[in-house]
């Protein structure tokens, strides 16, 4: 950082930031005194700095959060950051002309950010930032101001959440674990070792889907990778790539939809490859879909499942787990539709699903956001 900075204004004035202005004006007294009621009610730390990054003012909430008065830190007559931003956590000096918060001045733009404070008492406190120049009516900087406040009860809750998060995915997939060693029981001994494979295969199916929640915290789950992560294991096994064509927008999934339409792809994709369009060479399968307005001020997905060049396709004589899933629960669960077609050229199924809101229930009347 520069060190040829010239002092904004004298000692004796940097004692008094906001010097009465009775003498002068009775509205500018008037003007003054608001101000400094604002200021010092406000919830926010707020710090006014000089061109040598010494503060002329600090708030009410300021000298709370720092635990050092506005008269202490003008005594000290040296950078705010050689009060409050001194030492890296880890014990380690920490440079003025490091720090990000002090950039604003120099790089003439807004900085915003994470840092981490030091009390007078000596703890360490994580803060969010503002930083943003202050110009003069010549467009001159001289000086910065600064809005912070301290995020530790954000920080732990995050924390917390992260815990919560790992302590959920761990048992889910105990569960998941629990589920398939009693099905390896139930199953021993048996000659029809395919039931066991199609069992196997949808576990997997969920664990795969599960996955892709684990990644977002269970928060929502990209449509692009649901969609792929369903049809992964056949797409990495085919050398013809082009045998498969997925096109359409990407969007967040809830993750309850995430997991039905990552199960009916499976079951798609598992009957194809067993007989429709996957059991010929020449077979080819598209999945595409696109977003619209609903009528309910939600999104829409529209998912179009297509078989080309396979045999000819014949209707089941039954209905198994895989066309309930997709014909009942789509619809039971989400109020869409889905519809399987079995033309001769091929099998369709052609899902339309209202995208559930992200978030848990409730959460838009907490935020007071409008629920639709």
């Given at each position: ?254 993750p309850k939809v995430a997991v039905t339409l990552a199960m ?69 669960e989400f109020d869409g539709s889905a519809m399987i077609t ?31």
């Amino acid at each position: 950082m520069p060190n040829s900075r010239q002092p904004l204004q004298s000692k004796a004035a940097a004692n008094a930031p906001l010097v009465s202005l009775r003498r002068g004006s009775d509205q500018l007294f008037e003007t003054e005194r608001r101000l400094n009621a604002v200021l010092n009610n406000a919830s926010v730390s707020i710090f006014l700095m000089d061109d040598r990054q010494h503060c002329i003012y600090m708030n009410r909430a300021a000298e709370q959060l720092t635990g050092w008065t506005l008269p202490e830190v003008l005594a000290r007559d040296c950078p705010l950051h050689d009060i409050v931003h001194h030492t890296y956590p880890d014990g380690r000096p920490f440079p003025l002309e490091e720090c990000a918060i002090d950039r604003a001045f120099p790089e003439n733009n807004q900085e915003r950010g994470e840092e981490v404070f030091v009390h007078r008492d000596g703890h360490f406190y994580p803060v969010g930032f503002t930083a943003s120049p202050i110009r003069d009516d010549a467009a001159n900087i001289i000086g910065t101001i600064i809005e912070v406040r301290d995020i530790s009860e954000e920080k732990a809750a995050a924390e917390r959440q992260r815990l919560l998060i790992n302590e959920l995915n761990h048992r889910v997939k105990n569960t998941l674990a629990t589920v398939q060693s009693i099905a390896a029981q139930t199953f021993r001994g048996q000659t029809d070792q395919a039931v066991r494979a199609v069992f196997d295969a949808r576990m997997a199916a969920l664990s795969n889907a599960h996955n892709v929640l684990v990644e977002d915290n269970w928060e929502s789950a990209s449509l692009s990778q649901v969609i792929e992560r369903a049809l992964a294991p056949h797409l990495l096994a085919e050398v013809d790539v082009n045998r498969f064509r997925l096109q359409g927008p990407d969007a967040r999934l809830h993750p309850k939809v995430a997991v039905t339409l990552a199960m009916a792809l499976h079951e798609l994709m598992t009957n194809a490859a067993k007989y429709g369009a996957l059991t010929v060479p020449e077979g080819q399968v598209a999945v595409t879909w696109s977003l619209r307005d609903g009528d309910d001020d939600r999104q829409q997905l529209d998912l179009l499942w297509e078989e080309r060049g396979g045999p000819p396709v014949t209707p089941p004589t039954r209905k198994g787990f895989g066309s309930r899933l997709i014909e009942r629960q789509l619809p039971m669960e989400f109020d869409g539709s889905a519809m399987i077609t079995y033309a001769p050229g091929g099998v369709t199924c052609r899902l339309e699903i209202p995208l559930t809101t992200l978030g848990w229930v409730g959460q838009e009347a907490v935020e007071g956001r409008r629920v639709p």
